[in-house]
């Protein structure tokens, strides 16, 4: 409810809220359905409300959604679940929550399961979303067991206690900061960077206390880390810095947006990045809200990091150094891009606060790899990096070096991958003129756009 504020209350130095417009809206795992429902699913919630206004109004909310909800049951005796929040001029006064915490009864619980049975079979995926308010039994863990073992399905677990879940063994889970750092008994809560420090190395650990193939931990404004079996660094997105102190839920986004790529077949990192740009889309807007297939299209269309003009680069790297961060660059063809390209710009954004990417243009990819490259267009090169959350700017440049492009950057820190070493590079005289520093960050072998090309000719002719 958001209300206007004129005076102080003479009983006691508290404002008087002039009650104004209020919203209804789907919040915790309703969040989730509507999302899903949102961005193009077909979605089904399971769920209990009271026989109450608002658990009709949440029925109505849903429906109105799309999502199915013939598996959200109305119980006499529980009373909805429902957090008011009472905001003036954009500013958050007060939140009153109400709802039982009950533990589910076996009656309850039953029909609960059986409508569970009946959806699983439909489903491609499952997205538990568990907020700790009882509606998640023992029971009801053990049961989604038994399916899972008889037909697995893509299981995705958003929950204040994933290790509860580890029989289960998740394709993912999504504990935010805190949730982690409880799982893992850490005592002393870290703020930016000082986070991601933190648990970088922490995904052995994670993966073996929840069971789960992969880990998706959310860091709010610093973005969110994945860890994978098998991957010995964590892949990170980053998010974009807003002041919007009224945005709610976007964790239920996430969870929604992660859960439907992973269900269309994207691996952990590009289902990732759509998580992050669906969050990206909700952080802009008020309250508790969704992200639409539409909305998601248009801003991975829009997302375009490319800078031609010299002025439009020059203000924004002053924008950037005003507020006092430190700029990385490198620079490269990044034809076909691939996962040694993208642990590579991981690791030189690290560095700093604002990686940029000089991208050699296609004329100057020629010269530099025969005719035959480069094998996308510039147009496509920059699409696919502006889709990377590491890279913050991209400026395409025509020279065989980027000595000219530094002149104008000047960072400080100059990238370069590969087997060099400082001494020869002929960028390293201008970086260190200015004040900057070169960092070499080796690539692996085998991840190379050159030995992409030959698997790809390979199969082409095994073909």
Known sequence: MDGAVHRLCREAPVPIVEAGETLLRAGGA????VNAAALGANTSLLSVVGEDREGYGLSRLLMAAGVDTEG????HGRETITKERITTDGHLLLRIDRGGL??????????????????????DGIVISDYGYGVVTDTFIQQIKIMQDKNPRLLVVDSKEPDRFRPLRPAVVKPNYEEIRTLLGLTRSYAGEERVSQLWDKGRDILKLTGARRAAVTLDHDGALLFEKGRPVPYRTYARQLDNMQAVGAGDTFTSALALAMASGAGGEMAMEL????????VQKNGTTTCTKMELELYLISNNKSIARDMDLQEKLKEYRSSGQSIVFT???FDILHSGHVGYLEKAKSLGDVLVVGLNTDASVRRLKGETRPINSLEERIKVLSAITAVDLIVPFAEDTP?????????DYFVKGGDYSREILPETPVVEALGGKVEILPYIPERSTTNT???ILAAGQAG
């Open 30 to 33: 309703a969040n989730t359905a």
């Open 331 to 333: 620079n490269g063809c």
């Open 275 to 282: 998580a992050s740009a669906a969050s990206a889309v909700v």
């Open 102 to 123: 009950d533990r589910m009864d076996g009656f309850t619980e039953g029909i609960l399961i059986e409508w569970l049975a009946e959806k699983y079979a439909k489903a």
């Open 403 to 411: 000595v000219n492009l530094i002149k104008k950057v000047r960072p």
């Open 453 to 455: 090309i030959r698997k």
């Open 72 to 75: 959200l049951h109305r119980h």
